[in-house]
């Protein structure tokens, strides 16, 4: 039986990627593209590196979950690991479950200060688990943006475990491969002109041009206020051999371009928060959460609506005067 091995650290980077970009079309006044992975591998092939990274993501997760006294509990993580998954026991707190537990709270924490409809943003790997085992307030909606062949893979195994939103809230899957991703999301209710939470772990990105895609689409599709959590990807970090000593001023002014202001969390800050002790060797994701300082293009729609009609009403009321 062959079996696949788990790395101590998730690090899609490093893997031997056997990949494509496809750029994807996008309708926007802020034009914006974002790059799916598409993989000439067999989904089902141990070899495929977003099905591994995924089962890795999930096995942590599964792991974590038996600990003694867990950061977080994810009952579902442990379906979405196959039986010839090569089991390590970990010994040290992974700084992905860290960061896993970080998201977590953020989310819940700004989710429930949202009056009426939440509008909740999930860019993941396909396996992520937050819209079943989280408990969401009633009136949100969840969006799961990933992998389509990833997330069909995980979603069988959740409907066999019994896996469900709680009740009051609606989840939609938005495939990564999709033509227009903000047609589908809007399709499915999205509203740019109400508030919204996106957070990011283990969506596929291989260069720093593809986040500035990301970046560039939620700058269009996010409220003014809006936020945007997760981890930043490795490659990022060494995104530039000249600016690795100057990574958070980098950092700062690419999202500030788009829009967001930023803080990056340190690992060693949220475990120290935590009285929880953890490996950091080789990992190198950075934590992050931003805040929308521009109008989504639903608001400048909006506010153009609004000064066309204020002007509209003065050349009436001019005429009437005549």
């Given at each position: 039986m062959a079996f696949i091995h788990v790395p101590a650290i998730v690090d899609c980077v490093n893997m031997n990627m056997n990949f494509h970009l496809m750029p994807l079309r996008c309708n926007s006044k802020r034009t914006f593209c974002v790059s799916a992975v598409n993989l000439n591998n067999d989904s089902t092939n141990n070899n495929d590196?977003?099905?591994?990274?995924?089962?890795?993501?999930?096995?942590?997760r599964s792991q974590e979950t038996l600990r003694p006294d867990p950061l977080f509990v994810d009952q579902y993580a442990s379906c979405l690991v196959p039986q010839n998954f090569h089991k390590e026991k970990l010994q040290d707190l992974n700084p992905y479950c860290l960061a896993t537990k970080f998201i977590d709270d953020k989310l819940l924490h700004t989710v429930n200060l949202i009056d009426g409809v939440k509008q909740v943003v999930l860019l993941t790997d396909g396996m992520d688990t937050r819209p079943y085992r989280l408990q969401w307030p009633a009136?949100?909606?969840i969006f799961d943006i990933s992998p389509e062949r990833i997330f069909q893979i995980a979603a069988e195994k959740l409907e066999g475990a019994g896996a469900k939103v709680p009740k009051g809230s609606l989840f939609y899957h938005i495939?990564?491969?999709s033509s227009d991703i903000k047609q589908n999301?809007?399709?499915r209710g999205y509203n740019g002109s109400r508030p919204s939470i996106w957070a990011m772990q283990g969506f596929p990105m291989m260069t720093l041009a593809n986040f500035e895609e990301v970046l560039s689409m939620l700058s269009s599709l996010a409220m003014e206020g809006s936020f945007f959590l997760g981890e930043l990807p490795t490659f990022l970090?060494?995104?530039?051999?000249d600016i690795?000593?100057?990574t958070k001023p980098w950092l700062n002014k690419l999202f500030m371009s788009n829009g967001f202001r930023v803080e990056m969390i340190n690992h060693k800050g949220v475990s120290e928060s935590s009285k929880e002790e953890f490996g950091s060797a080789h990992?190198?994701?950075?934590?992050?959460v931003?805040?929308?300082?521009r109008l989504s293009d639903d608001q400048m729609e909006a506010w153009r609506r609004q000064f066309q009609r204020v002007e509209d009403e003065g050349d009436e009321e001019g005429f009437e005067e005549l």
């Open positions: 590196p977003l099905l591994l990274s995924a089962t890795t993501s999930a096995f942590l009136s949100t909606i495939p990564l491969e999301l809007q399709l970090s060494d995104a530039e051999t690795k000593s100057n990992y190198s994701n950075k934590l992050f931003a805040e929308q300082l």
